[in-house]
């Protein structure tokens, strides 16, 4: 296998020294945009360059979504994906996105979304977990599918959606293939999030995802994954980043050009670092010159924001856009010690769990520093 960029436990070592990466506190969750409903993981729609798209004032995105349910975390069996979209008023609801019974898994998870230069096709990329009529399973595979983006006055249509193609399967040999079927409490395996990026130098289309080495037998062993677009057939390539013996899931990747330097950005949780290593819930990032690197960790630990030491678990799922802007999802804004929610019973993560848009914040690009913008 070709040598990819790792992330070591020295730079993650070094996170206990590092200044300025914490995430203020956040004062409440606030009323959810679509009633009834929990919301988290989210993407925009973006152009091919990575620009979010502005469409009657508004930005529009993707959310995972499924009813408020006696147990938040098991929201994840029933996901769907649905659009909302944000301007000068706060986010609105514009409903469900796919058909039911139309994408190939139990219930759907991350993605992202592209718009074409027609300014009218989108192209979804998305999880499909577990299979549409199986029982549930932790099974997780890369699917496409496209629409036309249309807005009638300020209503939103996606209309004739394709039937979903798959992009690349696991290989077994680079990426482990994700098919458990009981959650282990150190995490599940990954094949998932597919986040798309147009190399700006040579027009490449490529799908990074969160992925596990399938050639280290260690239990931590996560990567992010490449697919690459030759012609209209996609197929696997190396790891950008392996962090074997360090972190279990780097998730939600996506890559952000600003400046002519290339931004690898993941999200990951303190509980997924291995045995001996201490470090946050956060936004994290390589930064290189150009896609085939050399990728090196932003800040010199990889480090970009954090939820703060009182509230660990208060937002998760950082979403970088073209921008510079950053979403995410509120968590569990009132838990004070990582781990605590999994101790706790249903009730109390029903009325501890956030399950709606975070504010936004702006992040500040100098070379391979990337900082919370004041």
């Keep these: ?44 729609i973006a152009d091919e360059a990575g620009r979010t798209v502005i469409r009657c004032g508004r930005s529009w995105w993707f959310f995972l979504a499924a009813p408020r349910l006696e147990d938040p975390e098991s929201r994840h069996d029933i996901a769907h994906i649905r659009l909302l979209s944000h301007g000068e008023d706060g986010w609105r609801d514009h409903g469900k996105v796919f058909p039911d019974d139309f994408t190939p898994g139990s219930r759907e998870w991350s993605g992202s979304a592209v718009l074409g230069a027609d300014g009218v096709t989108l192209t979804q990329y998305f999880t499909a977990a577990g299979r549409r009529g199986s029982a549930t399973t932790f099974e997780q595979r890369l699917f496409f599918s496209r ?3 249309l807005i009638d006055g300020e209503t939103p249509r996606l209309e004739g959606w394709t039937v979903p193609d798959e992009v690349v399967a696991a290989d077994g040999v680079i990426y482990t293939v994700a098919k458990e079927t009981v959650a282990p409490a150190h995490g599940i395996q990954g094949f998932r999030d597919p986040g798309y990026f147009r190399d700006p130098a040579d027009g490449t289309d490529y799908v990074l995802f969160t992925a ?23 197929a696997l390539a190396a790891p950008l980043l392996a962090a074997v013996a360090v972190n279990s899931e780097l998730e939600r990747p996506h890559i952000v050009v600003r400046d002519g330097l290339y931004y690898l950005f993941w999200s990951t949780q303190a509980r997924r670092f291995a045995e001996g290593l201490a470090a946050p819930t956060g936004l994290y990032a390589m930064v290189a010159a150009k896609m085939a690197g050399p990728w090196r960790p932003v800040n010199g630990t990889g480090l970009v924001a954090a939820n ?9 799922c950082w979403w970088v856009t073209g921008e510079g802007e950053v979403s995410s999802f509120v968590d569990y804004p009132g838990v004070n010690a990582v781990g605590a929610v999994a101790l706790r019973d249903a009730a109390y993560r029903r009325r501890t769990f956030g399950g709606v848009p975070a504010p936004f914040f702006r992040l500040r690009f100098t070379g391979d520093r990337v900082t919370i913008a004041p």
């Design 1 to 44: 296998m070709k040598a990819c960029a790792t992330w070591t436990r020295e730079a993650v070592g070094s996170i206990s020294t590092q200044t300025g990466a914490t995430l203020p506190l956040l004062a409440s969750a606030g009323a959810s945009p679509a009633p009834g409903m929990d919301l988290w993981d989210m993407w925009p």
């Design 147 to 149: 629409a036309r983006f």
């Design 212 to 234: 596990n080495a399938a050639w280290s037998a260690d239990r931590v062993n996560g990567v992010i994954g490449v697919a690459r677009r030759d012609g209209s057939a996609w």
């Design 308 to 316: 703060p030491a009182e509230a660990p678990t208060q937002a998760y």
